[in-house]
């Protein structure tokens, strides 16, 4: 490996988090769905049917509020502040209440 070689992977785990962060933003209504159907309803799927899963819900909730806001700005609006309550509501209740069920519930995605 050359010396201008060495940097160049450095970054790489950051942006692959930082995707990540923002892949699990969009699909938080998908994600929350299929982790409330997994831990109550016990449906037993893998992980990657999880994340498959979680993007059509996300993708038909798009689609819905499309239907009731009319115009695709406003679906979108709506769209993005169901994924900011999610968001907050799950980190909030796992790092500020100490709360277990987001763990749990994303751990279906994970493993």
Known sequence: MSKNDEGKNDWAPIVLLILAAIVAFFLAPGVLVMGISKE??????????????????????????????KFWLNALKSYLAICVLITLVMVISHFGFKAEWPAIMLNGFLN
């Open 40 to 69: 109550i309803i016990g449906v037993n799927f893998d992980p990657a049917q999880m994340w498959t899963f979680a993007f059509v819900v996300s993708l038909f909730i798009f689609i819905a509020m499309k239907v009731i806001r």
